[in-house]
């Protein structure tokens, strides 16, 4: 699966994007160690905090089925700004690395995208 494939399941899962207060949908696509992808995308809630992200949903639905070892997500967002991983999203994928590390793409408007570690963008995990 090339990033490009990858990138357009993130963008195809932000059509579902529930998000009547920002009205930023975010699509997300999560490849896991066995091959099989799981997308997800932002629920947002009216108690805002209560809002859940793509990539969490994605992670969840993941976990849900059984799996624990991530590779690489791709993040789909139409902004200006590339749209990175919030702090609680990294902290939740470096739950499912271990010792390990995943591939982070994080689009822009345009299609572009950026290729990160988790490992440079959380480099010190909350580990208990
Ligand atoms: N959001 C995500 O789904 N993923 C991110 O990485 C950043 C933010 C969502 C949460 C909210 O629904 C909207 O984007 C605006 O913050």
Known sequence: MTDRDLL???REAAQNA???YSHFPVGAALECADGSVFTGCNVENGALGSTICAERTAIVKAVS???RKFVRIAIYGEGENYCMPCGSCRQVMSEFVGQGDM???CTRSGGRYVSYRLS???????EL
Request: proline letters at 16%; glycine letters at 6%.
């Open 65 to 67: 089925e059984g799996r």
């Open 103 to 105: 591939e982070i793409l």
């Open 8 to 10: 357009n399941m993130a």
């Open 120 to 126: 440079q963008l959380l480099p010190h995990p909350f």
């Open 18 to 20: 529930y998000v009547p």
